[in-house]
C-alpha cells in the first residue's frame, strides 16, 4: 500500500491566477497519476507521470494549461494556470504500487473553487 | 469506444443486501476493480477480480464473467456508513485504468 498527502487540501482562487498541488508519497513509485473530479461525478485522468520522463495527458488535456513535474520517485506537482471557473473541482493524484494488479491508491484531494 | 455501465444511483434498506452492476465494454482486459468513495472522500480499494467467479472479502464480494462483460458488487448486512459511491473500474490492453461514473449508494434506516 501507499499513503498519499496532498496540499494545498482546499483553496479559492481568481480567474486568470494558477495554483500548484503538491502530492507526496510515503514510498517510492514509479506511476503517479493526476485525475479531476466534478461534484457527483466520476473520475477524468488528467495525465500519467512517470519519473524521469514527460507527462503523457490525456485528451482534452494540455500541457500548457496542466504543467506537471515529477522530480522523483515520491514527488509531484499539478499546476493549474490561467484558471476559469469551469477549473472548479476536486484534483486527486493516485499512485500505482507494483505488482500484477494495478491497483491505485488515492490522495485525499485538493478542492478548487475558482472565481 | 470504451464504456463502462453503472446504475446512477441506488437505494437499500439498513441490514438488507444490495447489488450493484458494472458491463463494460473496452479494448482488452486486464482486470476490473471495485472502490467505494465517501463523499468528500478519496477513493478506496475495495476489491479485484481477474478471473471469471466470485471473490468474497467479509461483507462485500465482486463476481466477474468476463464473456458477458458483465461484473457485480453484493454487499451484505448494509450499514449505515456503507451509504457512498461505488466506481467499477477496467485496466484495458494499454493497463491503463477505465472509469465508470459510479454509482450512488443511499441506504435508509
Known amino acids: 500500500s501507499a499513503v498519499i498527502s496532498q496540499k494545498p487540501s482546499r483553496d479559492i482562487c481568481q480567474r486568470g491566477t494558477s495554483l500548484t498541488i503538491q502530492c507526496q508519497v510515503d514510498?517510492?513509485?514509479?506511476?503517479m497519476f493526476w485525475y479531476r473530479q466534478q461534484p457527483g461525478q466520476s473520475l477524468t485522468l488528467i495525465a500519467t507521470?512517470?519519473?524521469?520522463?514527460?507527462?503523457?495527458?490525456e485528451s482534452g488535456f494540455v500541457i500548457d494549461k496542466f504543467p506537471i513535474s515529477r522530480p522523483n520517485l515520491t514527488f509531484s506537482t499539478l499546476t493549474v494556470s490561467n484558471m476559469s471557473p469551469e477549473d472548479s473541482s476536486i484534483y486527486l493524484c493516485?499512485?500505482?504500487?507494483?505488482?500484477?494488479?494495478?491497483?491505485?491508491?488515492f490522495g485525499p484531494g485538493t478542492r478548487l473553487t475558482v472565481t | 469506444g470504451q464504456n463502462i455501465d453503472q446504475p446512477t444511483e441506488m437505494t437499500a434498506t439498513e441490514g438488507a443486501i444490495v447489488q450493484i452492476n458494472c458491463t463494460y465494454q473496452?479494448?482488452?482486459?486486464?482486470?476490473l476493480f471495485w472502490y467505494q468513495q465517501h463523499a468528500g472522500e478519496a477513493p478506496t480499494f475495495l476489491s479485484y477480480?481477474?478471473l471469471d467467479g466470485l471473490e468474497e472479502k467479509g461483507r462485500f464480494s465482486s463476481f466477474l464473467s468476463r464473456s458477458k462483460g458483465y461484473s457485480y458488487l453484493l454487499l451484505k448486512e448494509l450499514q449505515m456508513k456503507d451509504s457512498a459511491s461505488y466506481l467499477c473500474?477496467?485496466?484495458?490492453?494499454?493497463?491503463?485504468?477505465?472509469w465508470g461514473a459510479g454509482t450512488k449508494l443511499i441506504i435508509k434506516p
Open positions: 473500474a477496467v485496466v484495458d490492453s494499454n493497463y491503463q485504468l477505465i
Open positions: 514510498s517510492q513509485v514509479t506511476m
Open positions: 507521470a512517470n519519473q524521469g520522463s514527460e507527462a503523457t495527458y
Open positions: 473496452t479494448s482488452g482486459f486486464n482486470g
Open positions: 493516485s499512485v500505482e504500487v507494483g505488482g500484477d494488479v494495478h491497483e491505485q491508491y
Open positions: 477480480n481477474v
